[in-house]
């Protein structure tokens, strides 16, 4: 009954702020000129007409269309907005799903009462903000997760079409379809028994996280060959999703569907810092409520840190090579330098360009966050299990050479969604969180503009 009290609350939020938005924000802002333009030559039926500075395909185009078929959905700007609140409403739900997957329990039977964790989650402001405005963030993420909860139910032709339809909305989320088959093959491999009266099945080398070390790795990687045969014909499905991508990329001449000249792929590695300090900076509240609390997470990464002689070398040594890669790799992105409209313009203009020493100054503060949310997430997982994310992330954020909160959406919705044991103290502390920064960057971007600039994500 709380939860469905709670998703109502979330669903009526949803649609009050939208008709707040709708009537102070009347004309498209920001990517919205070049979506909402495009979205309704798709309702006219001008399926060859294409503005060349959009970088994405026209998944969310596509939705937009056919609502307006099945439902008589008009395609003016507050409608086209409905179409994407819609896709923020379905979250929880789907996200239930998810989270039920890595705690390992059944799912509620009713999709109106999804858990309070998942609502809560679907509130998480980044996924929120754009959600309520014309953009491709919302159907994007529910269509990743929506892949990930089918490849946990071994249902993989499914979860392989709606990766295939994730990838209409970002290209990109290939990899979180690669993800998808890959986290459910750990925990395949992890639980599966034999059958009655049938010899054991072999076994992937994956100890609990928290108790392995780097030999663990190593004789991981070596026990994983024999299993292939095991986990194979599962990749079936995904192997043509890969197909459909490749002879894209082909035809296209690249992955950046528009606007080539301004969206070139960098090696861009302190993206990667960025993104650990960002799930900090949002994720706190869950990150300190593993037993113990904050006093025992910064003994433990303090250990893990300087506990012994030699990894107090291996922090060094860490230290030094993000150092260059500091040096050598970050990127001054023109966009970034140019809109102050964003708050990340601020964050790097006030923070990151302060003193040319900061960057460096904030390296062990990175390596200590990734020693938290390791020993979160890795508390009722296995090695393979905790650092799969990682590895999916990497490919994700490595060539994207612009500082965006976006771009870091999805991969903190899946590092989130494996925590386990969450208090539910820590969860109203989170909700209070997410609710707080929404209210605030809401109420900035519909209530003090600047003129015509209003500030957002």
């Known amino acids: 009954m709380a939860?469905?009290?709670?998703?109502?609350?979330?669903?009526?939020?949803?649609?009050?702020?939208l008709k707040e938005l709708n009537s102070i924000v009347s004309e498209?802002?920001?990517d919205e000129p070049f979506h909402v333009p495009q979205a309704q030559s798709y309702c006219r039926g001008e399926f060859l007409t294409w503005d060349p500075k959009i970088t994405t395909p026209p998944g969310l185009y596509v939705m937009s269309l056919l609502l307006k078929r099945v439902f008589m959905f008009k395609c003016t700007l507050p409608m086209l907005r409905l179409t994407t609140v819609l896709a923020l409403l379905s979250l929880p739900p789907v996200l239930t799903h998810l989270l039920c997957f890595h705690k390992r329990i059944r799912p509620p039977s009713s999709l109106l009462a999804p858990s309070i964790e998942a609502v809560i989650l679907g509130g998480f402001p980044i996924a929120w903000f754009f959600g309520l405005l014309y953009y491709t963030e919302a159907p994007s993420l529910v269509f990743v997760v929506w892949t990930a909860v089918a490849a946990s139910q071994d249902r993989h032709w499914l979860a392989a079409l709606l990766g295939l339809i994730s990838c209409t909305f970002r290209q990109t989320n290939v990899i979180w379809v690669l993800y998808a088959y890959a986290s459910s093959q750990l925990m395949y491999l992890r639980f599966r028994r034999a059958a009655p009266?049938?010899?054991p099945p072999r076994k992937l080398h994956d100890p609990p996280a928290l108790a392995a070390g780097p030999g663990d790795l190593v004789r991981s990687v070596l026990s994983a060959p024999v299993l292939l045969e095991d986990i194979l014909p599962s990749l079936v499905p995904y192997t043509l999703v890969l197909a459909v991508f490749g002879a894209f990329v082909v035809?296209?001449?690249?992955?950046?569907l528009g606007d080539k000249a301004n969206h070139?792929?960098?090696?861009?590695?302190?993206?990667?810092y960025y993104f650990i300090a960002f799930a900090t900076a949002f994720g706190w509240p869950i990150l300190v409520s593993g037993p113990g609390g904050p006093h025992s997470l910064s003994r433990d990464v303090w250990y893990r840190m300087f506990g012994n002689a030699r990894r107090i070398l291996i922090t060094a040594g860490l230290s030094i090579l993000m150092a260059v890669t500091v040096k050598l790799f970050t990127i001054h992105h023109p966009f970034l330098l140019a809109d102050n409209r964003h708050y990340t313009f601020y964050l790097w203009r006030r923070i990151y360009m302060f003193h040319p020493l900061v960057p460096y100054?904030?390296?062990?503060?990175?390596?200590?966050?990734?020693?938290?949310?390791?020993?979160r997430v890795g508390r009722e997982q296995t090695l393979l299990q905790t650092l799969v994310l990682p590895v999916f992330i990497i490919p994700t954020l490595l060539p994207t050479p612009l500082l965006e909160p976006r771009y870091f959406l999805i991969p903190y919705i899946l590092l989130r969604s494996q925590v386990v044991e969450t208090p539910r103290w820590a969860?109203?502390?989170?909700?209070?969180?997410?609710?707080?920064?929404?209210?605030?960057?809401?109420?900035?971007?519909l209530y003090l503009p600047r003129g015509d600039i209003r500030f957002m994500w």
């Open 3 to 17: 939860e469905a009290i709670l998703y109502a609350a979330f669903c009526g939020v949803c649609i009050t702020v």
């Open 28 to 30: 498209p802002y920001m």
């Open 197 to 199: 009266g049938a010899p």
């Open 251 to 256: 035809w296209n001449g690249g992955i950046v």
């Open 264 to 272: 070139i792929p960098a090696f861009h590695v302190p993206q990667l």
């Open 361 to 375: 100054v904030l390296i062990p503060a990175y390596i200590a966050c990734g020693w938290a949310w390791f020993l």
């Open 427 to 445: 969860l109203a502390l989170e909700g209070v969180w997410y609710a707080a920064i929404n209210a605030v960057t809401m109420g900035v971007f």
